[in-house]
């Protein structure tokens, strides 16, 4: 049971991260100057893998 309640909660999870990540992707291009909006558009890109990278950090660290 904690199996399949796991796999739902990340379901869960994903589709929360998909939600927030278009509309931070959206107020980043919209308040970006003009000749930097694709820089500032990549921003909430990094967000999740910097995430995870910081996550496996701490998880060597406390191993």
């Known amino acids: 049971m904690a199996v399949v309640l796991l796999c739902l909660c990340r379901a ?3 589709l929360g991260l998909a939600g927030e990540w278009s509309g931070a992707a ?8 003009a000749d ?3 820089l500032w558009g990549s921003f909430p890109n990094l967000g999740a893998p910097l995430g995870f990278f ?3 950090g701490v ?3 406390l191993e």
Request: aromatic content about 4%; some cysteine.
């Open 12 to 14: 869960c999870q994903g």
């Open 26 to 33: 959206l107020v980043a291009t919209e308040n970006a100057p």
């Open 36 to 38: 930097k909006r694709a």
């Open 54 to 56: 910081c996550a496996y």
């Open 59 to 61: 998880n060597l660290l």
